[in-house]
């Protein structure tokens, strides 16, 4: 029963593939919409297990390039037992680079970032700046002058000793260093009065604050005091508030991504079912010869199953084929990370199993219904 089954599928080739391809362009979709929000969220979570310090913003600011604090603040939190330092910083989305207009992009978003260096420094400062690959340390007095990610490097063909234009000023590049995560690689690290120059902040005013703890491990403490303390009027994140604010949002976008990818499997879902149900009847005088020989309706019934589920494991081996494919095309072409997990994969191929039977119901139902007289005599 089986063999016939699989061999039912190939009397008309033409339809049988399309309704493979449905099934495998669904699959595919789950699997490549899904796998760029988790890889998404692991670049996420290496910046934030870097990050070993506290970051405070203006209240109620979506980000840092949008909220807009006092200096005075560095006093007021450095006075916080258990700080060690408090380092002011400014952040600002440029509007050009060497002429040419910046995206808001993933892919080619640039962020400028000054900050006071030397006490960065002093405290022990880690997280987006990773140790120098190339060149040296940017400090306090090297007006001028700009350290450099990864991904700008590559992006705008830089190196130590030369120059780059951040909208209209020139800037040398000093330093290259290393990243976290590919998501913070397109950042350029300026002087704080650098970065003030290309601002639109007023004098004695700057971003954000990022906070350097005496003992990392006690940033819920300390952190916990700072909101008790300033919490009217500021913002303060922890380790563990950044990673179940990021979580949240990477939650919901992978539901996002399956939902979308659902509808794209719904359609071939019913592509499956009018291929069976076709079969079925273009096979009238079959299945009723079928019955008069001792076919029993479970039989009929089994046997327009395996047929649908044939479909949907063939659709499901080439969706998960074509979904890396994706991947790695766009991994490849826009430097796009990605992260495929043993369980997608399997959710991925039991899914397109569960659509190939529940689209095989309907025509199996029908097809054991036939009267085995009426069909031969049609």
């Keep these: 029963m089986i063999k016939l089954s699989f061999f039912n599928l190939f009397r008309r080739k033409t339809r049988?593939?399309?309704?493979?391809?449905?099934?495998?362009?669904?699959?595919?979709a789950i699997i490549v919409l899904v796998s760029l929000v988790d890889g998404f969220s692991q670049d996420f979570n290496d910046i934030i297990g870097g990050f070993k310090a506290i970051s405070i913003m203006e209240k109620d600011s979506l980000d840092q390039t949008?909220?807009?604090?006092d200096s005075s603040w560095v006093g007021k939190i450095e006075s916080t037992q258990g700080v060690r330092a408090a380092v002011p910083e400014i952040w600002v989305l440029p509007e050009k680079i060497d002429g040419k207009p910046i995206e808001l992009s993933l892919s080619s978003a640039v962020s400028l970032y000054g900050l006071d260096l030397d006490s960065f420094y002093a405290a022990g400062g880690s997280g987006g700046i990773g140790e120098i690959?190339?060149?040296?340390r940017l400090r306090n007095s090297d007006r001028g002058e700009v350290m450099i990610g990864k991904g700008v490097e590559d992006n705008f063909d830089k190196f130590v000793g030369s120059t780059i234009k951040i909208n209209d000023k020139k800037f040398r590049v000093k330093g290259i260093f290393k990243t976290e995560s590919d998501l913070v690689s397109s950042i350029i690290v300026l002087t704080l009065d650098d970065a003030h120059e290309l601002s639109n902040l007023d004098a004695g005013k700057i971003s954000s604050l990022t906070v350097i703890l005496n003992d990392p491990t006690n940033d819920k403490r300390v952190g916990d005091i700072l909101k008790l303390k300033y919490g009217d009027g500021l913002d303060v994140f922890t380790q563990a508030d950044l990673s179940s604010e990021i979580s949240g949002i990477t939650d919901n976008l992978r539901l996002l991504a399956i939902a979308v990818a659902l509808i794209s499997a719904l359609v071939a879902g019913i592509g499956i079912a009018n291929t069976i149900l076709m079969s079925v009847l273009e096979r009238f005088k079959e299945i009723g010869a079928l019955k008069a020989v001792g076919w029993t309706r479970q039989n009929i019934i089994r046997m327009i199953l395996y047929e649908s589920l044939f479909l949907g494991v063939?659709?499901?081996i080439m969706g998960i084929i074509l979904g890396f494919s994706v991947d790695y095309t766009l991994s490849l072409f826009l430097g796009v990370k990605y992260f495929i997990s043993p369980a997608l994969m399997i959710e991925s191929f039991s899914f397109a199993l569960f659509l190939g039977l529940i689209?095989?119901?309907?025509?199996?139902y029908h097809a054991s219904k036939l009267d085995p007289v009426e069909a031969l005599r049609g």
């Design 359 to 364: 689209a095989g119901l309907y025509p199996a």
């Design 133 to 136: 690959e190339k060149g040296a």
């Design 314 to 316: 063939i659709g499901g």
């Design 16 to 28: 049988t593939f399309l309704s493979i391809l449905g099934i495998a362009v669904g699959v595919a």
């Design 66 to 69: 949008l909220s807009t604090l």
